[in-house]
């Protein structure tokens, strides 16, 4: 077992697979993971010459462990070759789009054990994170990823979603998500959850709207979401802030653990002029565990 931290997963910052140039800019900066992207971001006829700018990034960048490939979607003829292109390079982890269920996750699994068996990578080794949300039928399957094969992280969409059903807008008139997108969000929160893994919320389109970003990101995360997607430098440092527990919280959690520490055996306890159960126990131990010091 590896002795390296662990890695964090606050920001999560595409760039796309065809410009050397946004590839370099995103791995400059803070982002904790750069998504270098093979699908929505390259059009067809880009994407043989992407999967080589691809690979020829990734291979021996020092910061390749943060560098994770989004590939295409295996219900089109493009993933394999992607895989071929760019696990020689051997990237940090990759991106599964627009699954359809539990089963699209085996088969990668398959497909990147004979990657790595045939590049010396060992095998096992290559983390995933799942889109569970970008197809209807793969709503109905949000709950079944524990135990995946390399699962660490769940996210959402909702513009593939919005096409899957046919919808003509995915916004409220006051440019809230619909009910139907909502639901999405919930899923994935549960289905994360469920499998154990960390639930990382989708993208705001607006990148230039950073005090809407702020608020949504900090939204999300009281709901239990610890990282999300950026398509722009610029929303990375909002999104790291918003996930990064403030010191008032990681003293508050570490006052209710020494509290119940002190006191074993005790269900309930007096704490602020109120009640505190083992639940509150639980997300302060959470917490700071989050932050390495548990």
Not at 147 to 173: F, H, Y
């Amino acid at each position: 077992m590896s002795d390296a931290p662990p890695l964090k997963m606050r920001s999560w910052l595409f760039a796309p697979g065809d410009s050397e140039r946004k590839m370099t800019k995103a791995v400059e900066g803070s982002a904790d993971i750069v998504l270098l992207d093979l699908e929505d971001a390259v059009a067809t006829e880009n994407k043989p010459l992407a999967r080589r700018i691809v690979h020829d990034f990734v291979k021996d960048n020092p910061a390749r462990v943060r560098i994770w490939v989004r590939v295409n979607p295996l219900d089109g003829p493009y993933t394999l070759t992607d895989l071929a292109a760019v696990m020689p390079a051997h990237p940090g982890g990759i991106m599964l789009p627009k699954v359809y269920g539990r089963q699209d996750v085996d088969r990668l699994d398959h497909y990147l054990s004979a990657f790595e068996a045939a590049n010396g990578i060992d095998v096992g080794s290559t983390p995933v994170i799942v889109l569970v949300t970008e197809t209807a039928e793969a709503m109905f399957h949000t709950g079944d990823y524990k135990g995946a094969p390399r699962v660490v992280a769940l996210t959402w969409g909702a513009e593939d979603l919005a096409d899957s059903i046919g919808a003509s807008s995915n916004r409220n008139p006051d440019g809230s998500y619909g009910s139907t997108y909502e639901l999405a969000r919930s899923m994935c929160l549960l289905g994360a959850a469920t499998a154990g893994v960390t639930a990382i919320e989708t993208i705001q389109g607006d990148f230039r709207d950073l005090d809407t970003l702020k608020t949504r990101a900090e939204k999300v995360r009281r709901d239990g979401y610890r990282g999300m997607l950026a398509i722009h430098p610029a929303q990375v440092d909002v999104i790291n802030a918003a996930f990064t527990p403030t010191e008032d919280e990681i003293a508050d959690a570490q006052a209710i653990v020494d509290i119940f520490a002190a006191n074993p055996g005790v269900g309930a306890i007096g704490y602020k002029g109120g009640m505190l159960d083992r639940p509150y126990l639980s997300r302060a131990e959470h917490l700071l565990r989050q932050v390495g010091r548990a």
